[in-house]
């Protein structure tokens, strides 16, 4: 699956960014079957799940992004995006868009978010 993401950029603390992640070629209702994510990884860190919408819908977020940060997809579209907002210096890392679909995982390729203080 090719995945697209984009949105990334320098922010000051307390701003707000919004990522998206498009997935051009799959068809509507594959979309609907593919579980979705965003990670996040800093230097030196291992990758880590920032938000995440299963394929039933459930949406489950990592503790330090709840209530900052919202993932939603858009089915016509056939995106997924992550809103987020009162950015602190420590989400500074390369964000990555995921999704799982019967089983394999892509991954778009990363977009750089910068928070500076």
């Known amino acids: 699956v090719q995945l697209q993401a984009s949105g990334g950029g320098l922010v000051q603390a307390g701003g707000s960014l919004r990522l998206s992640c498009k997935a051009p070629?799959?068809?509507?209702?594959?979309?609907?079957?593919?579980?979705w994510g965003w990670y996040r990884q800093a230097p030196g860190k291992q990758r880590d799940m920032v938000a995440g919408i299963s394929r039933d819908g459930t949406i489950s977020y990592g503790d330090s992004v709840k209530g900052r940060f919202t993932i939603s997809r858009d089915n016509a579209k056939k995106t997924v995006s992550l809103q987020m907002n009162s950015l602190k210096t420590e989400d500074t890392a390369v964000y990555y868009c995921h999704a799982r679909q019967s089983g394999i995982d892509s991954w778009g390729e990363g977009t750089q978010v910068t928070v500076s203080s």
């Open positions: 070629r799959m068809i509507s209702s594959t979309f609907w079957a593919t579980a």
